[in-house]
């Protein structure tokens, strides 16, 4: 199958500020589109996509406030997830809770067959690998077994 590049492309669809050809559905191209965002303040301050309503500026510097390790998330308590997880401990009776909310008909997957193996059948015994499998048929040739 092949597949053409310049499909959504046509001669006359130029961008308005370098004239190179680009989609149809645009105005610009990447590079002109960047520079007139920047120029025109559409990234700026709560026009930018990542804008967070000032919380970031106060006092969340992307920093966890209780150990200063450098996070990836802002969280609501602005600590990291070590952090936020020190002290909690689960009682047993919780965790045992947990348990055996899943077991048997309970279990999402129970009564269905793993989604990511298959099962070969080696002289009417199912293995779970074709590594498995040729270990048994090496096995059948050397008379071991």
Request: hydrophobic share 20%; with cysteine.
């Given at each position: 199958?092949?597949?053409n590049?310049k499909q ?6 130029k961008c308005l ?6 989609n149809n559905n645009?105005?610009?191209c990447?590079k ?5 965002a920047k120029?025109?303040?559409?990234q700026?301050?709560e026009?930018n996509s990542?804008y967070?309503?000032?919380r970031?500026?106060k ?13 990836s998330r802002t ?5 990291c ?13 919780t965790?045992?809770k947990?348990?055996k909310?899943h077991l048997g008909?309970k279990?999402?997957?129970y ?6 193996g298959?099962r070969?059948?080696?002289?009417g015994?199912?293995m779970?690998?074709?590594?498995e499998?040729a270990?048994?048929?090496?096995l059948d040739k050397?008379?071991i077994?």
């Amino acid at each position: 199958m092949s597949y053409n590049i310049k499909q959504n492309y046509s001669k006359n669809n130029k961008c308005l500020l370098c004239n190179t050809l680009i989609n149809n559905n645009s105005k610009h191209c990447r590079k002109c589109c960047i520079e007139y965002a920047k120029k025109a303040g559409l990234q700026a301050g709560e026009n930018n996509s990542n804008y967070r309503h000032g919380r970031r500026e106060k006092g969340y510097k992307g920093r966890c406030i209780t150990c200063g390790k450098p996070t990836s998330r802002t969280r609501s308590t602005g600590k990291c997830i070590k952090c936020c997880n020190i002290g909690r401990v689960q009682s047993k009776e919780t965790r045992l809770k947990q348990s055996k909310s899943h077991l048997g008909a309970k279990n999402p997957m129970y009564g269905r067959s793993s989604p990511h193996g298959k099962r070969l059948n080696y002289k009417g015994i199912y293995m779970r690998s074709s590594w498995e499998t040729a270990y048994a048929k090496f096995l059948d040739k050397k008379g071991i077994l």
